[in-house]
Nanobody
Framework: QVQLVESGGGLVQAGGSLELSCAVSGSPYSIDSMSWYRRPPGKQREFVAAITKSGLTDYAASVKGRFFISRGNNKHTISLQMNTLKPSDTAVYYC??????????????WGQGTQVTVSS
């Protein structure tokens, strides 16, 4: 019902910035929330940021004040602005959404991920 495609990853130096984007497609009944997760090398996936349909945002303590999640200029996208990047931010970043499908059943979808590498 929903497909997600991330873009914007790359290699940056510590202190730099990147903006990730997530394009949404499909035919959900509604999208309840969208979020970003990341998987550092050799570690478990962890929460990064989320935004609800009402616009409320939430951030992991490790990125609070540096990362900002928002709906993009295109209403079918969301963005993650990442500032003051640290080497510990290096990870594969995944876009995810909680949504209600056409049969009015809740579901969740994940993108394939985009690599972010921060050098010291």
């Amino acid at each position: 019902q929903v497909q997600l495609v991330e873009s914007g990853g790359g290699l940056v130096q510590a202190g730099g910035s990147l903006e990730l984007s997530c394009a949404v497609s499909g035919s959900p009944y509604s999208i309840d929330s969208m979020s970003w997760y990341r998987r550092p090398p050799g570690k478990q996936r962890e929460f990064v940021a989320a935004i609800t349909k009402s616009g409320l945002t939430d951030y992991a303590a490790s990125v609070k004040g540096r990362f900002f999640i928002s709906r993009g200029n295109n209403k079918h996208t969301i963005s993650l602005q990442m500032n003051t990047l640290k080497p510990s931010d290096t990870a594969v970043y995944y876009c995810s959404t909680d949504y209600v499908d056409g049969n009015r059943r809740p579901d969740r979808s994940w993108g394939q991920g985009t690599q972010v590498t921060v050098s010291s």
